[in-house]
């Protein structure tokens, strides 16, 4: 991203949706997205708060108020006369995303889900993008893991976990890589309750299979789908398991 204020304004960002939060934290949701796509380099300055309300298409105040959220967190950083620019390495940006949801009051189980939902479909596309051959024996060494430790449910979770990093490490991507780390995390208890709630892994193994074949096969399209009905039906196993 160009650091002159003068050129042309960066792809605009997606368009703000109505959800279950103020408008600042949405904004604040989607300028966080923006900040860790990559296409803004450390030390460069954002678009100005009039450019940013254009391409959200709210106004100014709001964006003004979703920098400051951002500011408290050390990930920008406002000089008078200058800007707004990027401070924080994505190193140091990735793990500051959950003290950022716990600064706008979304501490819910659910809603990092959501998060971590949102980054594991978007990892198995870049995942059947970018993987390599070696990243393909890795997730499949991880298939055969699970298959055969459907019998010991605690093994089986290990390599549960272990599929996820590896489609994560072969999306090539290490922002996101790094920020589905932190998320899941904060998650690592979500297979266990799940498997052990049902005492088994067979229907797990069902879902995790058209994942790997789609990666196998470069397919990003098929990939998403997969890993987005693997999403929506451990969710819906959790809510089951949570009710019992």
């Known amino acids: 991203m160009a650091t002159d204020a003068t050129t042309a304004a960066p792809t605009p ?12 934290m949405n904004v604040a949701r989607e300028l966080l997205k923006y900040l860790l796509s990559g296409n803004v380099k450390l030390g460069s300055r954002l678009p100005s708060e009039r450019q940013l309300a254009e391409q959200f298409g709210i106004g100014r105040s709001l964006v003004r108020e979703a920098l400051k959220s951002l500011e408290l967190l050390g990930l920008v950083e406002s000089r008078t006369g200058a800007g707004t620019f990027l401070v924080g390495t994505a190193s140091r940006l990735l793990p500051q995303v959950i003290e950022w949801s716990v600064l706008l009051g979304e501490r819910s189980e659910r809603e990092l889900i959501e998060a971590r939902t949102f980054l594991e479909v978007s990892l198995a596309e870049l995942a059947a993008t970018h993987r390599t051959e070696d990243d393909v024996a890795e997730i499949e060494r991880c298939l055969n893991g699970m298959r055969a430790s459907v019998g010991d449910l605690d093994r089986y979770v290990e390599y549960d976990l272990a599929f996820h990093s590896a489609i994560a490490r072969a999306s090539h991507n290490d922002v996101m890589a790094d920020m589905h780390g932190s998320v899941r995390s904060l998650l690592q ?6 498997i052990h709630g049902f005492g088994r892994a067979d229907f797990s193994i069902e879902v995790h299979e058209p994942i790997a074949v ?3 096969a470069a397919d990003p399209k098929a990939a998403r789908t997969a890993m987005e009905q693997h999403m929506t039906n451990a969710l819906k196993h959790l809510d089951d398991v949570t009710r019992k």
């Open 13 to 24: 960002l997606v368009r703000v949706e109505a959800r279950h939060e103020t408008p600042s």
């Open 214 to 216: 789609a990666i196998r």
């Open 189 to 194: 208890d979500w297979a266990r309750r799940v």
